[in-house]
């Protein structure tokens, strides 16, 4: 792209080829089947698959791992990367039953949160079927949320911080849930993260149209901090 030639816009990412890889595991699996390894085999041509875009194609093969290979270590992925389909396609109680079978399951240790605040977000779009859901979403992101609580990673405290970010969104839909909010925030981190979570939610409650609930946040700020 040379300089100030606009009409050739932004040039396009470069897409990784994963052709060749997933040729050679679809041949092993139909010419090696009883190849020790072939659980991996099979999972990483259903995660190719997936990485190149072809999700549904990708479904099978991560259904192969989870039915025909049960003690393999590729089965939690293999869970997740299922249930991931569920939540894409919006078949949500499908997806709630898959993340639920991940924590259920002790080789899902190492995806157990990201599978929580998958399900927790898996309940708060059930919450239009059923408004219960709001409940069991708003309890999930805080089971996230204290798991990670004495983490150090940086992952792991981004991830926190985008679970509270988040969490605001569920509180939004409980009765109550200013003074949850409130509350929980203060007992988490002091003034300072009530404040900023209770702003989050009064702007959240402006983009929908409640107006009311915003502004009884609003006056609270007054009253904590009066002129």
């Not at 708003?138 to 969490?167: P, Y």
Request: aromatic share 14%; glycine share 6%.
């Amino acid at each position: 792209l040379k300089k100030g030639d606009l009409k050739a816009g932004k040039p396009a990412e470069p897409k990784a080829d994963y052709s060749r890889s997933l040729t050679l595991y679809k041949k092993i699996t139909r010419e090696f089947p009883d190849y020790e390894k072939l659980d991996e085999v099979v999972f990483r041509l259903g995660d190719g698959l997936w990485a190149a875009g072809k999700e549904a194609e990708a479904v099978p093969y991560f259904q192969q791992v989870v039915t025909k290979y049960k003690k393999s270590p590729y089965v939690a992925e293999a869970q997740l990367a299922l249930a991931e389909f569920f939540f894409m396609k919006d078949l949500f109680f499908a997806a709630q039953k898959k993340y639920e079978e991940i924590l259920a399951m002790a080789a899902g240790k190492k995806v157990h949160n990201y599978a929580l605040y998958k399900l927790a977000w898996t309940f708060y779009n059930l919450g239009g079927a059923d408004a219960a859901n709001y409940r069991k979403s708003t309890d999930t992101f805080k089971k996230v949320i204290g798991n990670l609580e004495d983490k150090t990673a940086r992952s792991e405290i981004e991830f926190r911080d985008q679970a509270m970010k988040d969490i605001v969104i569920s509180l939004a839909e409980v009765p109550n849930g200013f003074e949850e909010t409130r509350d929980y925030f203060n007992r988490l981190g002091g003034k300072a993260l009530m404040m900023k979570m209770l702003d989050r939610l009064a702007k959240y409650y402006l983009s929908q149209d409640k107006d009311e609930k915003a502004i009884a946040i609003f006056r609270y700020f007054i009253q904590l901090d009066p002129w």
